[in-house]
């Protein structure tokens, strides 16, 4: 019996090649394998005596050579194949253990050379592991690290199991496909193209879940980046992670990713906001989030930028919550929330991805496009009213530009002292999203005069603007861009509200 073994990464490699050799495998390896395997004792032979052919072109080739490759895909049930590699002296291979060149890892070093990236684009690695996935009737292959102790297991024990031999060839297909991936978009992004003929993604499973957005519907969740976006997140406390759970999630980190220089909270239905406030401290912030919508809070997720201490944890310890995320917590922090069992406490900073994009599922395709720029702040914008805004209005138009980007469309807030008050979103029409921020506002008891309102889209007509001014709006921030602009414009003149037009559209669907 032969195993052959060429692995960058070594973790758990002379463990699993004592056993094999304990078995009576022979071993047959590469380089800094065979190095390492040796210098833990174990008998080596390079391919090279293997192949009869040195390794050239700085290793270039070493393994791509018929005597591997037919002892890798020879079909032992088939005579003609068992006769063809007994006539050229070449011996079956039982078990591969490979895996790749670190790609990835070398492509995401700062400021690293295009060559010594090529350099890392394995070649044998892959044909290797394509060649023994093929004859997995026969052969053992293992790209995966984790899988050592358990074909370990049933080859000491001179059993079989071709269910886990389809299995692990399945993960490798996966495995190459996903490398191949990342060296076209290195390539696409080399050209600075971000949207090439051919868009090659691949995602890892970073965990089942129970059902998808209703019990009927199975899901999962995968990961761009291990170690990125919402997969960096620790759960700390409460029961395993829902679809809608992560859904949300993502909707309350976007919530609260413009304020990430101070602190703020945003609460979170249904991925769109019901509450977006800042504060001195985790604890003001919460209450004045909550503040805007206390009944819809209620089954929500929340989201901070600043550490949850122990004040904060028991405000919210008294709401039902869903999920609660934050940089940080206080070991007592966590304690208190944690005597909430189902309440799921998430730590860290979920970051993009470096140069990751947007994707949207439709039927039979995928919509890509660059993720949202951070809004625009009022330094490009252009007061396009009469009234120019105050010092303060502009601070609150500020804060309801930053709000509403992370609001279903159609959106509209309504914001007061650096917190919303009132939120219409996903309506059909903007003076319907105009009707219901008031509303909502009004019904939790919110005095709307003199209240701030953003758009994050423009008025196609002046309707939005004439109920903005019936509920005391003094302040609008909107992309401008209507063919009504001057109507509109000339509407906000009319009640004395002062208007800007930033240029830029916030839609969220």
């Known amino acids: 019996m032969r195993a052959l073994l060429s692995v960058s990464d070594k973790s758990g490699l002379v463990p699993f090649a004592t056993g094999l050799a304990q078995k009576g495998y022979e071993l047959v390896s590469t380089g800094g394998t065979a190095k390492v395997l040796r210098d833990a004792g174990l008998a080596v032979k390079d391919v090279s005596e293997i192949t009869g052919f040195p390794e050239m072109l700085d290793g270039r080739v070493k393994t791509l050579h018929p005597v591997i490759h037919g002892g890798l895909l020879a079909r032992r049930d088939v005579a003609e194949h068992m006769e063809a ?50 004859n997995f009737a026969s052969v053992w292959v293992i790209v995966d690290p984790t899988d050592y102790a358990h074909v370990l297991a049933i080859v000491q024990s001179d059993g079989d199991d071709l269910a886990f031999r389809t299995l692990l060839a399945e993960k490798v297909y996966a495995h190459t496909s996903s490398y191949d991936s990342a060296i076209a978009q290195w390539f696409a992004q080399q050209r ?126 008294s709401l039902f919550v869903e999920c609660i995320v934050a940089p940080s917590f206080s070991d007592a922090a966590v304690e ?44 490009t914008w252009n007061v396009v009213t009469k009234r120019q805004p105050t010092t303060d209005e502009m601070v609150d138009l500020h804060f309801a530009w930053k709000s509403v980007a992370s609001v279903k469309s159609n959106a509209i807030v309504l914001v007061h002292d650096g917190a919303t008050i009132g939120i219409g979103a996903g309506q059909m029409s903007r003076v319907d999203a105009s009707f219901l921020a008031v509303h909502k506002a009004t019904s939790v008891g919110h005095v709307t005069e003199g209240a701030a309102l953003g758009s994050d889209a423009f008025f196609p007509f002046r309707d939005g603007i004439d109920q903005a001014a019936a509920a005391g709006v003094k302040a609008i921030v909107q992309p401008g861009g209507s063919v009504r602009d001057a109507e509109v414009i000339a509407a906000a003149d009319e009640h004395g509200i002062a208007m800007v037009f930033t240029g830029e559209r916030l839609f969220r669907h």
């Open 85 to 134: 590699i007994k006539a050229h002296d070449i011996g079956t291979i039982d078990l591969v253990v490979v895996n790749l060149y670190p790609f990835r890892e070398t492509a995401a070093k700062p400021k690293v050379h295009p060559e010594e990236v090529i350099e890392n684009i394995d070649i044998g690695g892959p044909s290797m592991l394509r060649s023994a996935a093929k």
């Open 192 to 317: 600075n193209e971000p949207f090439p003929d051919r868009f090659p993604i691949a995602f890892e499973k970073q965990q089942a879940l129970r059902y998808g957005e209703n019990p009927q519907q199975r899901a999962a969740f995968y990961v761009e980046k291990p170690g990125a976006g919402l997969g960096a997140l620790v759960q700390k406390g409460g029961k395993e992670l829902s679809f809608n759970n992560l859904l949300d999630l993502e909707g309350a980190l976007l919530a609260i990713e413009p304020f990430a220089d101070q602190p703020a909270c945003a609460i979170i239905k249904h991925t769109t906001p019901c509450g977006v406030a800042t504060g001195i401290d985790a604890l003001s912030a919460y209450k004045k989030a909550l503040a805007c919508d206390p009944v819809s809070a209620f089954g929500s997720v929340i989201a901070f930028t600043v550490p949850v201490d122990v004040a904060a944890a028991e405000a919210i310890s």
């Open 336 to 379: 208190i929330l944690g005597r909430k069992k189902n309440l799921r406490v998430l730590e860290g900073r979920a970051n993009w991805p470096k140069g990751g994009m947007d994707y949207k599922r439709v039927r039979g395709g995928l919509l890509v496009q660059d993720r949202a720029p951070a809004p625009m702040a009022p330094a």
